[in-house]
Nanobody, 117 residues
């Protein structure tokens, strides 16, 4: 288990940008972002292999988001561009650990992203 803490959420107008951050307290195999909108199920957004830096994205991202990480700072980022009201949700950071590399076993508390004019 590791401690994860998200930051960077806020209110932005349609077409605007936000950059989310998630810092981990320890070693991880992979980190990712999930989101949950009001009345909707939690859904996958993007993930990144911690050492290799290879990422994958949900189809709805459509080139608008970019995931990255800073190894020395133990921090993962999600650059979000061309935001729409459909992107409004609580965004959660998650991690897969060495002890359970196939499971999203660690979760942050979430950061609110609201896209509205």
């Amino acid at each position: 288990q590791v401690h994860l803490e998200e930051s960077g959420g806020g209110l932005v107008q349609p077409g605007g940008s936000l950059k989310l951050s998630c810092r981990t307290s320890g070693r991880v195999v992979r980190m990712g972002w999930f989101r949950q909108a009001p009345g909707k199920d939690r859904e996958f957004v993007a993930s990144i292999h911690w050492l290799r830096g290879s990422g994958n994205y949900a189809d709805f991202v459509a080139g608008r988001f970019a995931i990255s990480r800073d190894i020395t700072n133990f921090t993962m980022y999600l650059q979000m561009n061309s935001l729409t009201p459909e992107d409004t949700a609580v965004y959660y950071c998650a991690a897969r650990l060495l002890t359970a590399p196939s499971d999203w076993s660690s979760w942050g508390q979430g950061t609110q992203v609201t896209v509205s004019s």
